[in-house]
């Protein structure tokens, strides 16, 4: 019972950060890609050794580093065009 409690609140909490960071002004992506990460991780290790061309694809459509790039520039463009 007390298991059960313990674990809902501790995935309210995650979510309700998640929620609070996507929410401020400029939004705060860091947990969002930590997320992103961790699902791509996930999706990668349930595949078996043989399907090497599904891990690639998922690598190249979910490339982290890539996509913190553009949040990055999405960010800069978005501090630019306020202020113009």
């Known amino acids: 019972m007390l298991e059960a409690e313990v674990k809902n609140v501790v995935h ?3 979510w309700d950060i ?3 960071e996507l929410s401020e002004d400029p939004p705060v992506y860091s947990m969002a890609l930590s997320l ?3 699902i791509r ?3 990668v290790d349930m595949l078996l050794p ?4 599904i891990k690639a694809e998922i690598m190249e ?3 982290i580093d890539l996509i913190e ?3 990055i520039h999405w960010k800069l ?4 065009n306020v202020q113009i």
Do not use: P
């Not at 043989?50 to 061309?53: A, K, L």
């Not at 463009?77 to 630019?80: A, E, G, K, M, N």
């Open 12 to 14: 309210r909490v995650f």
């Open 18 to 20: 998640l929620k609070t």
């Open 36 to 38: 992103l990460k961790e």
């Open 41 to 43: 991780d996930d999706l």
């Open 50 to 53: 043989h399907q090497s061309r």
């Open 61 to 63: 459509k979910l490339d």
């Open 69 to 71: 790039q553009q949040v």
């Open 77 to 80: 463009l978005s501090t630019f």
